[in-house]
């Protein structure tokens, strides 16, 4: 089965414009979840008081970290994420280069096999996570959204 674009989704790119900036440091003390770690990973982005503005998969990138998200609030994370730069060397905006396809995974007889792969796209070169993190991301994956749907919320950019 040929893989799928989703353009429901799109691609942040986060890079350091200065060989001192560290984008993985600056998206550190912003995000929900550890990314200077193993990813992808997912994450969001809070307001002060706790509550939701965005969730994303956090991505390795060649000269820092791409954000897979909604593509109907990416323009907004872009904007929120730019308030939190400061003078901060780091150029965020959307990558109209990227894709993320999804393909149907045969897998190999676990748990959450035929449930699908993500991948991000690049001219044609695809990338995915190791399977053992796709399994865990899939699983809260769809924990999460079994638990919004069962409070009627919206997907994400809830506030």
């Known amino acids: 089965m040929p893989a799928e674009r989703l353009f429901s989704r799109a691609v ?6 200065s060989v001192d900036e560290d984008v993985a440091a600056f998206l550190q003390g ?9 990813l992808p990973v997912w994450s969001g982005l809070l307001t002060p008081q706790g509550k939701v ?13 791409l ?25 965020i905006a959307r990558d109209e280069s990227l894709g993320i396809y999804w393909q149907a995974d045969l897998g190999d007889g676990g748990a959450l096999s035929g449930i699908g792969s993500v991948k991000l796209v690049r001219n044609g070169l695809m ?16 924990g999460l959204h079994c638990r919004r749907m069962s409070m009627k919320m919206p997907s994400t950019h809830c506030s």
């Open 12 to 17: 942040i790119r986060l890079s350091a414009d």
């Open 30 to 38: 912003l995000v929900t979840n550890d990314v200077t770690g193993l």
């Open 53 to 65: 503005l965005f969730d994303f998969l956090v991505w390795p990138g060649a000269d820092g970290r």
């Open 67 to 91: 954000l897979d998200c909604e593509a109907r609030v990416a323009d907004d994370l872009v904007r929120r994420l730019s308030l939190y730069r400061l003078r901060r060397k780091i150029a």
């Open 127 to 142: 990338s995915s996570p190791p399977r053992r993190v796709y399994r865990a991301y899939t699983a809260n994956w769809l």
